[in-house]
């Protein structure tokens, strides 16, 4: 008689469970390294929430900056010590919702838009769920989106553009009140272009190991000298023309 056609006991049938269940049991440990540079940018996006309570508004934006460098630095760091993870990868897209979803929000909310009532809170909102919405298009677009191309502003470059303005108003004596309506347009239009369709490069695709004309070298050493002067306005205004380059770049489609 075939053994195929006996019935197993439940005995029999849990054993089986448990000794499936085993082999598909996932990985307890975590790489350290990448996961430690994310850590730090999630601690930099915090500590601009809390700057930003405490009324010190220069350090929050600074915060915003060094959790952008943090965060470009944990992916890398992955991929050259091969310990690129699932776990990884979502602790990384956690960490910029507030890096650069929660933390430019609330900080604007505080410096500029609290006087402006519900009007303030609605534009702030507005910007937290397009970044929230944006890390969830990104994610499911692993894979798929063009190498050299975004679909929607980054994450990070929009919480840039919202943390260089309040960096420089605040280095140059502008206070927030003053600047309330235009932050109640800028916030939000920036949180729409994140989820919007337009097309920004994403410079995955430069040759950093190749040869360059020597007066691009210059160039740099121009800019490095611009942001050792005026860190604020430069980053302030790199980023906005960032901005405005995926959209100049809708009209020219449109008029051609």
């Given at each position: 008689m075939s053994t195929d056609n006996v019935k197993k006991s439940p005995v029999?049938?849990?054993?089986?469970?448990?000794?499936?269940?085993?082999?598909?049991?996932?990985?307890?440990?975590?790489?350290?390294?990448?996961?430690?540079?994310?850590?730090?940018?999630?601690?930099?996006?915090?500590?601009?929430?809390?700057?930003?309570?405490?009324?010190?508004?220069?350090?929050?934006?600074?915060?915003?900056?060094?959790?952008?460098?943090?965060?470009?630095?944990?992916?890398?760091?992955a991929r050259l010590t091969h310990t690129q993870s699932a776990f990884g990868a979502e602790y990384d897209s956690l960490s910029d919702m507030v890096s650069f979803g929660i933390a430019p929000a609330l900080i604007v909310f505080t410096w500029a838009l609290a006087p402006l009532g519900k009007i303030g809170w609605i534009a702030a909102f507005i910007y937290a769920v397009g970044a929230a919405l944006r890390l969830a298009r990104f994610n499911t677009m692993l894979g798929v989106e063009e190498k050299r191309y975004f679909t929607g502003l980054p994450s990070p470059a929009a919480a840039a553009i919202v943390a260089g303005i309040i960096w420089a108003a605040n280095d140059n004596g502008v206070s927030g009140d003053s600047l309330a309506v235009l932050m109640a347009v800028i916030v939000p239009v920036t949180g729409l272009l994140m989820v919007s369709n337009v097309k920004y490069r994403s410079f995955k695709d430069l040759d950093l190991k190749g040869r360059v004309p020597f007066a691009m070298l210059l160039i740099g050493v121009l800019v490095l000298v611009l942001i050792a002067l005026q860190p604020a306005l430069v980053m302030m205004g790199g980023f906005c023309l960032y901005g405005l380059w995926g959209l100049l770049g809708v009209f020219i489609k449109l008029i051609r």
């Open positions: 029999d049938e849990i054993e089986d469970v448990d000794l499936g269940d085993e082999k598909k049991q996932p990985h307890r440990g975590v790489y350290l390294l990448p996961n430690l540079f994310t850590t730090a940018a999630l601690f930099s996006g915090f500590y601009s929430i809390i700057a930003a309570m405490n009324g010190d508004f220069t350090h929050a934006a600074v915060a915003v900056f060094i959790a952008m460098v943090l965060d470009g630095l944990d992916g890398r760091v």
